[in-house]
C-alpha cells in the first residue's frame, strides 16, 4: 500500500504539478479536525455493502456519547470528500461534519458507485436507486442509529433523493434536496430527462460536466483491503482522474457532436458510448422518451413520495420549472398529512449559492438586494422536528412557500405555487412585419392583430444566437449565468424582439409564464427560442426565464416525429418558464424569439436527421406569424396586491 502513490503518479493519475498548500486553509482545518476528533467517533473508509456486493466508501462522524442513539443526516455524493484533496493541494474543510456532531446528529458522508473508493462502475442512471436505499437500511441496522435517516445536499449531493425516497424505505424519515432538477425525468409538461433535454433540445451544460464524471479508468483495491490502509492512500491521494483544464466556449462547437468530449480527449463513458453497465446506452443517442430514461435513478412522476420535504431551488438555476412541477407533483399525490408537510424556498440566486446570497446579493448583472436567509435555522429546525421529534414549531413557523420576488428585491410568502388569486395575463405578438433586432417594430399588446405579418428570419447553424446570462449550470466557461442586459443579444437580426408599452402599474408575475407560436420554415425541422425579459426605462433589458421547443416534438415527446412542409403554419406549444418578478411602473415586458441559444442548448442543424451524428447544417428561414388565426402569444400569471 505504501507504494500505491508513486505508482499512481508514475501512471499520471496524480497531477504532476499540485499547487503549494494554503497556510491559513491548512490551520483552519486542522483547528476543526481537532475539535472534531474532541467530540466525535470518527470513522473513515468504512466499506458499506450494497446487494450485488459491491462496497461503496463512507466517512461516519457521530457523538462520543455512546449511551444513547442517534439520529442520522445522510449524504451522498460523486465529487470528493476525501481527507485530503490532492487536486487543491489543501485539507478539506470539516465544518458541517462538525456542526452536525454539534447538534446531536450522526453525519455520513459517501461517494457514489464507481466514484473513489467506492467500488463498480458508474452509470448516472444505474444504481442510484438501489444503492441509496441499501445504503440507508445499512445505517439504520447499525447499534449507534435511532432508524431515522435524513437527507441533504445540493446537485448532484441532491439529485438521487427524489428517486429513493419514491422506493418507500421506511428508515428514510425526511428529505432536503436542493438545486435537484437533475434527478427529475419526466413531471407534467416537462420531459427533461435529469436535464438532458429541454423542449427535445440538448442542454449541453451536461457535455461539459459528465466529462468529468464518466471516467472509470482508475485503481481498484482488492475486497480484503483494510479499512487502515484505506485511510492511510486516501491521505495521499484521492482516486480523482486529473484531466487539462477545457475551453468549453470552444469544444461544444465541435460537430458531431457526439465526439464532443473525444474531442478533447475526455474519457470514454455513458455520453456516447455503449458500456455494459449502462441501462441503455449512450445517452446522447436517446430520444426524450427513450424507454432507457425510465429504467435508471431518475425520479418520473408516476414514483409516489410520502415523505416531508424541505425543497430549496432558485430562479437562475437550470430548471426551476420542473423542480417546482415536482414539488406540486409530491404535495397533491402524497398521504394528506404528508402532504402538509411538502415545503419551498425559491431563492434568486444561481445554481446552489443560496448560501452565497449577502446584503448587496449581485446575480449576473441586475442587483437583488438583500437575499439572505438563515438556512442553517431551517435545516437544522427540519430535521430536529422530523428526526428528534421535537415539537419547535418548526411547520408553524415556516410559511409552505417562501418565493423571493425580483424587482421589488424582497421575500414573499404563499401557501401554495403559483401563489393563491394569480391568474393568466395574455400578450399577443404583433408587427409589421419587421420585428428582428431591438430596432424593429415587435409589439406585445393586450389583443391579436387583425391582418398576419409575418417576422421572418434566417438561422444558420453555424452562426447560432451565443447564450449571455440564463438559467444555467455546470457549463465551465461556456455560459456566465444570471441576469445580463440583452441589448448586445437583441441588436442581431436573427432575433425577433416583442415589447410591450411602458407599463402604468407596477405588475408582480409570479408562476408559470406559457409561449404558444405559430410559426413557419422551409426546413424539415429548425427550433424557436423564447426569452422573458424586464426593461427599465433606462432600456436596460435583464433576462428571467428561456425556453426551446424542436419542432419535431410539437405533437408530443411520446408521438411518431412530424416534419414540417415548407409554407405551411404549425403551432408550437412552449414548456413553461417561470418566474417571480416585480415589472415597476415604466417597466416594459419583452420576449425574444429565436431559433438557437448556444451553447445553453445545442443546436439544431434543420436536416431532419439524428443531429448528434451529423457534422454539417443547413440553414433554415423561419417565420413568426401573429394575426386572429394565428394568436402568437405569451400569458404571464399575476399576483394582484391589495
Keep these: 500500500m505504501k507504494r500505491l502513490p508513486l505508482l499512481l503518479f508514475a501512471a499520471g493519475l496524480i497531477p504532476a504539478q499540485v499547487p503549494a498548500p494554503d497556510a491559513a486553509l491548512i490551520a483552519a482545518r486542522n483547528k476543526t479536525e481537532k475539535e472534531l476528533e474532541s467530540i466525535a467517533i470518527i470513522e473513515r473508509k468504512v466499506m458499506v455493502p450494497m446487494r450485488d456486493g459491491k462496497r461503496m466508501a463512507a466517512d461516519i462522524y457521530r457523538p462520543k456519547d455512546t449511551s444513547k442513539k442517534y439520529p442520522i443526516i445522510f449524504v451522498r455524493t460523486p465529487y470528493n470528500f476525501n481527507y485530503w484533496d490532492v487536486r487543491m493541494g489543501a485539507p478539506r474543510d470539516m465544518a458541517n461534519e462538525l456542526k452536525a456532531v454539534k447538534k446531536g446528529y450522526i453525519f455520513v458522508e459517501m461517494n457514489e458507485r464507481g466514484h473513489f473508493f467506492s467500488e463498480g462502475g458508474y452509470d448516472i442512471l444505474g444504481p442510484p436507486l438501489t444503492d441509496g436505499s441499501d445504503a440507508i437500511s445499512w445505517m439504520s441496522d447499525q447499534p449507534w442509529s435511532n432508524a431515522k435517516v435524513g437527507t441533504v445536499g445540493c446537485s448532484s449531493t441532491a439529485e438521487w433523493q427524489l428517486g429513493v425516497a419514491a422506493q418507500g424505505n421506511p428508515a428514510f424519515t425526511t428529505m432536503i434536496p436542493q438545486g435537484f432538477g437533475a434527478g427529475v425525468g419526466r413531471v407534467g409538461p416537462y420531459y427533461e430527462q435529469g436535464n438532458w433535454y429541454r423542449g427535445g433540445a440538448v442542454q449541453m451544460l451536461f457535455i461539459a460536466w459528465i466529462y468529468g464524471e464518466q471516467n472509470q479508468v482508475r485503481p481498484m483495491f482488492p475486497p480484503n483491503t483494510s ?78 413520495i410520502n415523505i416531508p420535504g424541505l425543497w430549496f431551488m432558485s430562479w437562475y438555476d437550470v430548471s426551476v420549472g420542473p423542480n417546482l412541477a415536482a414539488y406540486n407533483y409530491v404535495r397533491k399525490t402524497a398521504s394528506p398529512e404528508i402532504g402538509k408537510e411538502q415545503y419551498a424556498v425559491i431563492a434568486p440566486t444561481l445554481h446552489c449559492s443560496y448560501t452565497r446570497a449577502t446584503e448587496d446579493t449581485i446575480v449576473g448583472e441586475r442587483s437583488m438586494g438583500d437575499a439572505r436567509l438563515d438556512y442553517d435555522e ?201 418566474t417571480s418578478n416585480y415589472f415597476a411602473p415604466g417597466h416594459r415586458i419583452r420576449i425574444e424569439i429565436s431559433s438557437s441559444n448556444f451553447p445553453r442548448f445545442d443546436r439544431n442543424l434543420n436536416t431532419g436527421g439524428n443531429n448528434y451524428d451529423e457534422a454539417t447544417g443547413v440553414t433554415a428561414h423561419n417565420s413568426v406569424h401573429h394575426s386572429k388565426q394565428y394568436p402568437s402569444q405569451i400569458t404571464l400569471s399575476v399576483v394582484k396586491r391589495g
Design 227 to 304: 479499512q487502515e490502509d484505506l485511510i492511510l492512500a486516501s491521505k495521499a491521494f484521492d482516486l480523482a482522474p486529473h484531466f487539462p483544464p477545457v475551453d468549453w466556449a470552444k469544444a461544444l462547437t465541435h460537430l458531431p457532436e457526439m465526439d464532443i468530449i473525444k474531442s478533447v480527449d475526455g474519457p470514454h463513458g455513458i455520453f456516447a458510448d455503449r458500456m455494459e453497465i449502462s441501462t441503455g446506452g449512450a445517452m446522447i443517442k436517446r430520444a426524450p422518451n427513450d424507454p432507457a430514461w425510465y429504467r435508471g435513478g431518475l425520479w418520473h412522476d408516476n414514483m409516489p
Design 378 to 578: 431551517l435545516t437544522y429546525g427540519w430535521f430536529d422536528h422530523f428526526l428528534k421529534g421535537e415539537d419547535n414549531k418548526i411547520l408553524e413557523k415556516t410559511p409552505r412557500v417562501h418565493y423571493f420576488t425580483m424587482g421589488s428585491n424582497k421575500w414573499q410568502t404563499a401557501d401554495t405555487w403559483p401563489p393563491e388569486g394569480a391568474q393568466p395575463l395574455t400578450f399577443y405578438l404583433g408587427s409589421g412585419g419587421k420585428a428582428n433586432s431591438l430596432y424593429g417594430d415587435g409589439t406585445l399588446a393586450s389583443g391579436a392583430p387583425g391582418a398576419d405579418a409575418a417576422d421572418a428570419f434566417t438561422y444558420d447553424p453555424m452562426n447560432p444566437v451565443p447564450s449571455y446570462g440564463g438559467n444555467v449550470c455546470c457549463t465551465g466557461n461556456a455560459v456566465t449565468g444570471g441576469a445580463l442586459d440583452q441589448r448586445k443579444m437583441e441588436a442581431r437580426a436573427d432575433i425577433l424582439v416583442y415589447s410591450s408599452e411602458p407599463l402604468k402599474e407596477g405588475l408582480e408575475v409570479s408562476g408559470p409564464m406559457e409561449a404558444t407560436l405559430y410559426v413557419s420554415s422551409d426546413a424539415k425541422d429548425t427550433d424557436f427560442t423564447v426569452k422573458v425579459i424586464d426593461v427599465s426605462p433606462d432600456g436596460t433589458a435583464y433576462n428571467l426565464d428561456e425556453t426551446i421547443q424542436r419542432v419535431r416534438y410539437r405533437d408530443g415527446y411520446d408521438k411518431p416525429l412530424v416534419w414540417m412542409e415548407p409554407g405551411k403554419v404549425y403551432k408550437v406549444a412552449l414548456q413553461p418558464m417561470t
